[in-house]
């Protein structure tokens, strides 16, 4: 089947959000007088959109102010189910990681006796290695050693196969090294000669606002929603063949465990996607930050570098930049901005061109990298620190499996809408299926239809959704994404909630 291969605007703009915000003060002379104005504005801004934190996420904001200054509202909270921010929505903190980082940025704590031996040994190991011994100190660009070192002994445990700790880039989140690693691939030509990136659908905001701000070309390929958002080979072959004549094809990005869709890869399918890429000579791009997330019984999570490895030559000497980061998992550290990635079999002088752009960044936040040290190096049995290390992450991931049981099975169970198996990740993607004379509503709003079905859904309950299209879909089909992190009884209600606001909707337009 046909689809279009070029990404176009949101039905429902974060321009118009941005224009209205944005307007000038009275005092601050015309517009007309500034050097920066939407005609002089880089063009490239203006198409980047994000959509997690667009629109219907200024409005969740603005009732929220609404409700904080008194007023009646429908609800008395606003439940921001648009972004995977675990600790906003209750998550505690694991005890581990939090004594390190009150440690490295408080050391006379060392002197306590509140604090277990094997924390202050972490943050004495992490603090030596610092300038001045002092986490505000500057990093080398790349991340203090001892972080990588960990990282790379952490991915030769999980993958079986040696890892390179030259070869470890820490970053500020995973975000960070994705763009860095997009940056190395653009041709710096425009036309058909632009650089395109291959990226699923539906897909992470991020990757089509990154190409966006780039000036690159996007190869939407679409993951198969009537087979648990598989990747197809034949699907893959169709979106660069038809993209070619519009931009040169430089890498394809996968997203593993899935996010929007909350899928899990089998080998197999990794396998196919390496040798297409192999085929095509392709740059891959494994977004693995949710390696830690898999609930599903019988899914596992395979990571792209050890299936890469297995396949041997003369796949093991593809270029792969794989990505991790210390805001998902059992950790949900958000705020740290904790991430690296492993980048391999890159030719020696591009890498050295490579280290030049990401040292003009000086360094990613040291107390975010110390963060990814307790990930990647946490207590091991004996350690007195353990125990509770363990308890706490089994906690976690045990109440995010029952969640995404629960998430599945209520989606299933309504009128007009289908979900596919929460397999891992922190979120779903149901499918609505509306009426047409909801279609029409929203035409005359000026809005897309699932647009259209978050705003009210937003206005009625507070619950705050992402539309759909802010991840793209298969075109004629509507969803939304939402997160499964809010605490069980707290995510109880809001299933209850949204089952009562979406018959009701079914029946206003029916």
């Not at 118009?16 to 104005?37: D, Q």
Request: glycine fraction near 8%; aromatic fraction near 10%.
């Amino acid at each position: 089947m046909s689809r279009p291969s070029k990404l176009g605007p949101f039905n429902c703009s974060c321009r118009t959000a941005l224009r209205f915000l944005c307007l000038c003060p009275e005092g601050m002379g015309s517009i007309k007088e500034n050097v920066l104005t939407l005609e002089t504005l880089n063009p490239n801004v203006i198409e980047l959109e994000y959509a997690v934190r667009g629109p219907i996420v200024i409005r969740a904001t603005e009732l929220e102010r609404k409700i904080a200054a008194g007023e009646t509202l429908p609800f008395k909270k606003v439940v921001k189910a648009n972004i995977g921010d675990c600790h906003a929505t209750g998550q505690q903190p694991i005890t581990f990681i939090r004594q390190v980082l009150a440690l490295c940025t408080y050391p006379s704590l060392m002197d306590s006796a509140a604090f277990p031996s094997d924390v202050k040994a972490k943050a004495k190991r992490i603090l030596d290695n610092c300038k001045g011994q002092s986490v505000g100190s500057y990093s080398d660009s790349c991340g203090l050693s001892v972080v990588r070192e960990d990282v790379a002994a952490y991915i030769s445990a999980r993958d079986g196969f040696p890892s390179d700790p030259n070869n470890i880039i820490l970053s500020t989140g995973a975000s960070d090294g994705i763009k860095s690693i997009l940056l190395l691939l653009l041709t710096g030509k425009g036309g058909s000669e632009r650089a395109g990136i291959m990226i699923p659908i539906p897909q992470y905001p991020l990757y089509s606002a990154v190409i966006s701000e780039f000036g690159a070309y996007p190869i939407p390929y679409y993951l198969d929603e009537s087979d648990s958002w598989s990747l197809k080979l034949s699907e893959l072959e169709r979106a660069i063949g038809e993209a070619r004549p519009q931009c040169k094809p430089k890498a394809i990005v996968v997203i593993n465990p899935g996010n929007p869709t909350g899928s899990v890869l089998k080998k197999e399918n990794i396998q196919e996607i390496i040798r297409f890429a192999r085929k095509e000579k392709l740059f891959l791009l494994a977004d693995e930050v949710y390696q830690h997330n898999v609930y599903a019984e019988g899914a596992q999570f395979f990571s792209f570098k050890q299936v890469l490895m297995e396949m041997g030559e003369p796949y093991n000497t593809m270029e792969l930049a794989s990505f991790m980061s210390a805001s998902k998992g059992y950790m949900g550290e958000c705020g740290f901005r904790g991430g690296y990635a492993e980048v391999i079999n890159l030719l020696p002088e591009v890498r050295a061109h490579y280290y030049k752009s990401i040292s003009a960044k000086l360094c990613p936040p040291v107390i975010g990298q110390a963060v990814i040290d307790c990930v990647v190096n946490p207590p091991v049995p004996g350690d007195p620190s353990f125990e509770l290390f363990q308890k706490e992450k089994d906690f976690v991931l045990a109440q995010l499996k029952e969640k995404a049981t629960l998430v599945t099975k209520l989606f299933n169970s309504i009128e007009g809408i289908s979900c596919n198996e929460v397999s891992g990740a922190m979120y779903a993607f149901p499918r609505i299926y509306l009426p047409e004379k909801a279609i029409q509503a929203a035409k005359v709003a000026g809005q897309s239809p699932d647009s259209f079905y978050c705003f009210a859904l937003l206005e009625e309950t507070g619950i705050c959704t992402v539309p759909g299209s802010g991840f793209r879909q298969a075109p004629g089909s509507f969803h939304f994404r939402t997160t499964i992190l809010p605490q069980v009884e707290e995510l109880t209600q809001v299933l209850t909630k949204f089952k009562e606001f979406h018959l009701n909707f079914l029946a206003k337009y029916k």
